[in-house]
């Protein structure tokens, strides 16, 4: 084979894929497989460690959303996934969030922890005063029945802010 040729490595079909060379169904597919892909990913009792684990399941998940969507990961004492779920969706600039709400589903699912997560439709990260106070609120609210809140993930399509890693829970 001349040098300035190069097949695709055999156990990547994709990688000579770009996006602007898909069509907007085929694109709409690919996001699709993905989902797939990851939902047999974040199956549950999987070990979630890391806001890395869970950065690329949320981004694909919530992005393109025009509203805001709040939800939380389910995790029990081992931090094995129980269940992912979207809890309340909003306007394009908030949603409400109803502290007993959480506290009755954390119970009903049995968690030990859980990881909220919301999208910003503006596509701007930067956890807001009410993203604050809300996790706050629902931080101590879930201490009294003993579940933990590890972290809240802010998502937008292109970024991820994790109040763990800002040192905000």
Do not use: W
Not at 68 to 90: P, S
């Amino acid at each position: 084979m001349p040098a300035s040729i190069t097949a695709p490595a055999p156990d990547n079909r994709f990688r000579s894929l770009s996006p602007c060379a898909l069509s907007k169904s085929e694109k709409s597919s690919v996001v699709a497989l993905a989902l797939k892909v990851l939902s047999q990913r974040f199956r549950r009792g999987r070990v979630l460690n890391s806001p890395q684990d869970i950065e690329g399941f949320l981004r694909l998940k919530l992005t393109g959303r025009r509203n805001e969507v709040f939800g939380i990961i389910y995790l029990d004492t081992r931090h094995r996934l129980i269940e992912i779920a979207e809890l309340f969706k909003g306007t394009v600039d908030g949603a409400t969030v109803y502290p007993r709400v959480v506290v009755q589903q954390a119970l009903e699912k049995n968690a030990a922890a859980i990881v909220i997560f919301h999208n910003h439709p503006s596509q701007v990260a930067e956890p807001s005063d009410a993203d604050r106070g809300i996790t706050l609120k629902l931080s101590r609210a879930l201490a009294l029945v003993d579940v933990r809140v590890l972290d809240h993930l802010v998502v937008t399509d292109g970024h991820v802010v994790s109040f763990a890693e800002r040192g905000l829970i």
